[in-house]
């Protein structure tokens, strides 16, 4: 895939970009690890000031930044400018609570023989970071803030669609004040992901993208035996129960499938609804879908923006014809516009069957499939019949049912009453192909660090 920035509201090139070669990637990484003895040496207080920096340049070139995202991948100015400002939060919570999450854990020293023993957080060195155009800037900061707060140095692998936001990144940490070739751009495609993941100097490697990639990263890692950590895609429930406010169902409902243009691993894919309370919600929901504004992702109003390549919008238009054709019906949307840009209409799908490819594919786009379920057991059950595992939506106001909820649903969140969000302040990641280890919170810092065992005997 070519490396370029098009814009998915005309499909027209903005600008070209030319592969960096084998020096200039060895160079890269030599000084990724050269950088990383002297870094993570740094004091968590040196640190802390280099990140709180990153968060006021983000927060100064919001605009801008904002605007770069959505020429290249199309979210809306809005979305894209809280994408920007929720980045400057990540920053300032791990600037904030670095030194705590990575101090030292004292053990029961009488109990191991010992006069004092402990846990102590160490970096592990230069860590491969390959990361998605849907949140280009959110998704690499979800890594390059923990990481580069441990003490790691951190290649960026950005997705070949959004090089201008790679690039920024590759600037903002140095602007910051980190040591230059703290984090680093690689404008590289996918397949040279090998020759930089087989590196001896590259230690571990995160991926957030695709089932085929992490199946592909984590085959490399598995022979070069490197920790990894994968965020792959989802295909969330978002159950509704009849205590439910079913109005405030719809609307979260409608917002947590076609947030980012339905382009989200934690957008709210399938809505398993109880037959007692079907009807009202799907109407509901489905008038608040027909009212979204489809548009200009840089017009104030627009609430659904292009998808961001031209392949996306073939699957998902694929995926709908495919429901139809196997005797789903559209409730609204469901036919691609005609005219430039990459849209497709925010679109209802009930009545889908185990045959379709809606059942058991993510859908990548503002495309939400409708199924009617009996009672609670039969929603779990539908609920937990996907390869998927990232997050659970369940709306029910009967405590017992949340209880069963956050027990039973098969994910690595269950959001009750609500919608899977990410927050600095709570883990995220997923089970069975969603992937495996965690992100944000103390449990992201921690992932590419070595918790070593001290243990000091004697007088
Ligand atoms: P993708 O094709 O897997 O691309 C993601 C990144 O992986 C890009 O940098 C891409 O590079 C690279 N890549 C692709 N194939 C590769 C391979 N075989 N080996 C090494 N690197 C490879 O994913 P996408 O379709 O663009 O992104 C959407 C997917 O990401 C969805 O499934 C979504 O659910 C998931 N996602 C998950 C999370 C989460 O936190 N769990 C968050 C956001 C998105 P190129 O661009 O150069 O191909």
């Not at 990153?54 to 979210?75: F, N, P, Q, R, S």
């Not at 790691?152 to 602007?175: E, M």
């Not at 992702?297 to 031209?310: F, I, K, S, Y």
């Not at 959001?415 to 302040?425: D, K, L, Q, R, W």
């Amino acid at each position: 895939m070519a490396i370029a920035s098009v814009n998915p509201a005309t499909g027209e090139t903005i600008e070209e970009f030319t592969e960096i070669g084998e020096p200039e990637i060895e160079a890269r990484i030599a000084r990724s690890d050269e950088v990383f003895r002297a870094h993570r040496r740094d004091s968590y207080d040196v640190r802390a000031k280099a990140m709180r920096r990153a968060a006021d340049l983000l927060d100064a070139e919001k605009g801008e930044v904002a605007a770069m995202m959505t020429a290249e991948m199309g979210k809306t100015l809005a979305a894209a400018g809280a994408e920007v400002a929720k980045c400057a939060r990540l920053c300032r919570f791990y600037a904030d609570r670095a030194a705590g999450f990575l101090a030292d854990e004292p053990a029961d020293a009488d109990a191991v023989g010992a006069r004092k023993a402990y846990v102590r957080y160490e970096p592990l060195g230069p860590v491969l970071a390959v990361m998605p155009w849907n949140f280009p800037l959110w998704q690499a900061m979800r890594f390059a803030a923990p990481a580069l707060m441990a003490g790691n140095t951190g290649l960026l692998k950005h997705a070949s669609n959004v090089p201008r936001t790679a690039l920024y990144l590759g600037d903002l940490f140095t602007r910051a004040g980190f040591p230059e070739g703290a984090f680093q751009t690689l404008l590289i495609g996918s397949k040279l992901v090998e020759r930089v993941l087989s590196d001896p100097r590259v230690v571990a490697a995160t991926l957030t993208g695709s089932e085929g990639a992490g199946r592909s990263i984590a085959a490399i890692a598995g022979r070069e035996l490197k920790k990894t950590v994968l965020e792959l895609g989802g295909s969330d429930p978002f159950l509704v129960l009849p205590s439910a406010d079913i109005e405030a169902a719809a609307k979260t409902a409608t917002t947590a499938r076609t947030q980012n243009n339905g382009q989200s691993c934690i957008a709210a894919k399938r809505f398993i609804v109880h037959t007692d309370v079907y009807d009202t919600f799907a109407a509901a929901f489905t008038a608040n879908m027909a009212a979204l504004q489809v548009g200009d992702p840089t017009a104030a109003g627009t609430d659904v923006g292009p998808l961001a390549q031209e392949q996306g919008v073939r699957d998902v238009t694929e995926q709908v014809d495919d429901a139809r054709a196997r005797g789903a019906r559209i409730l609204c949307g469901g036919e691609r516009p005609a005219g430039p840009g990459w849209y497709y209409p925010p679109t209802v799908v009930a009545e889908i069957t185990p045959d379709m490819r809606m059942y058991r594919e993510e859908v990548f786009g503002p495309v939400a499939g409708l199924y009617r379920v009996a009672d609670l057991d039969q929603a779990i059950a539908l609920a937990n019949a996907t390869p998927f595992g990232l997050g659970a939506n369940a709306w029910t106001d009967d405590e017992d049912e949340q209880r069963r909820c956050a027990a039973e649903l098969a994910a690595g969140a269950v959001f009750v009453n609500g919608m899977v969000t990410s927050h600095p302040e709570l883990p995220f990641g997923g089970i069975k192909t969603s992937g495996y280890g965690r992100e944000l919170a103390h449990s992201g810092i921690r992932e590419f660090c070595n918790a070593k065992t001290v243990w000091v005997g004697g007088g």
